[in-house]
């Protein structure tokens, strides 16, 4: 049986046993698993992604590319980069094992006994939700220079859109509670930003942050703006210079494959290029809704 996901203008096509349900346990994913609202003026890519019941295991051979100690780590065999998931507690059981090939269009998921429910009808709770979807999205973006991913709240107002860039604790869900109905919030913590030609475009994702806001529309990219929160509410424009030192700390890049890090960075070059860059400075009790609509 086979069901999709949308993120990014990339079309995840989910793929387990015959007679097995797909059991979702986010409410913020059903959005992504619709056909999007309006197609952007982007190239849609296909990735599939199959599911199997077996042991997640470490390969023995090649050595651990990267660890965030606790959660996930990743290996390299060959072209195919492979994800592990630890257990609950960081516990040295593996939740899932997750192979991405060399081409970045298809991942086989090796799902562990606690993701499956034996029943009159067996069920996988599904694996393909953060962080293992937002990992795969992160490399196949990379691949081939098509985008990449943000810590940013997005905003769309007048079918245009505006990243509002920052890491944790700098003020995105705050924003996103201030701005209310002024503009249409599509992620209070991350977005997917596209560049393909000419076309910059932002995207909603499932990731949310503190505001619980995510929605898988999209729309053209205007502008960047790098919150910091302040006593005086003001927007000033960044040179490309500034801008990347402040963009490079919310990207998400993966340093630990040197190619798909490049081609993140040259996204970012591009993107800076391209769409203009503010430091916006909000003070957290303020109306910061004309300083916002003046970025568009």
């Known amino acids: 049986m086979r069901h999709s996901l949308h993120l990014g203008g990339l079309s995840y096509s989910l793929a387990v046993p015959e007679g097995v349900e797909l059991v ?18 982007v190239p849609e890519l296909r990735v599939d992604v199959r599911f199997r019941r077996g042991v997640p295991s470490q390969l023995e051979a090649p050595p651990i590319l990267f660890d965030t100690g606790e959660s996930w780590f990743a290996q390299r065999d060959g072209e195919d980069l492979i994800l592990h998931q630890r257990g609950p507690g960081a516990s040295d059981d593996l939740l899932w094992s ?19 429910k034996d029943g009159r009808q ?11 979807d ?22 769309i107002h007048h079918q245009r859109a505006i990243a509002c860039v920052g890491i944790s604790g700098a003020g995105k869900s705050t ?29 909603g994702t ?16 205007a502008g960047l703006a790098f919150l910091h929160q302040a006593s ?45 860059a503010h430091e916006l400075h909000f003070k957290p009790d303020s109306d910061v809704r004309h300083v916002v609509d003046s970025l568009f």
């Open 175 to 203: 924003l996103v509670d201030l701005l209310g109905n002024a503009v249409h919030a599509v992620s209070d913590d991350r977005v997917i930003v596209r560049v393909d030609g000419e076309e910059k475009t932002l995207f």
């Open 98 to 116: 997750a192979r991405l090939s060399g081409d970045r269009r298809s991942v086989e998921v090796t799902c562990g006994d606690p993701l499956w």
């Open 232 to 276: 005086v509410t003001e927007a000033h424009p960044l040179t490309k210079k500034d801008a990347l030192h402040q963009l490079l700390p919310s990207l998400s890049v993966p340093w630990f494959e040197e190619q798909s890090a490049t081609d993140v960075l040259a996204v970012a070059e591009r993107l800076l290029d391209h769409v203009p």
């Open 122 to 132: 067996q069920s996988l709770d599904d694996p393909f939700i953060y962080p293992l």
């Open 134 to 155: 937002q990992l795969v999205t992160m490399m196949v973006l990379a691949h081939g220079r098509r985008g990449a991913l943000l810590h940013a709240a997005g905003v």
């Open 206 to 221: 499932p990731w949310a942050g503190e505001a619980h806001v995510a929605d898988s529309l999209s729309a053209p990219l």
């Open 24 to 41: 979702s346990s986010d409410p913020l994913y059903a959005p992504f698993h619709e056909f999007p609202p309006s197609l952007p003026d």
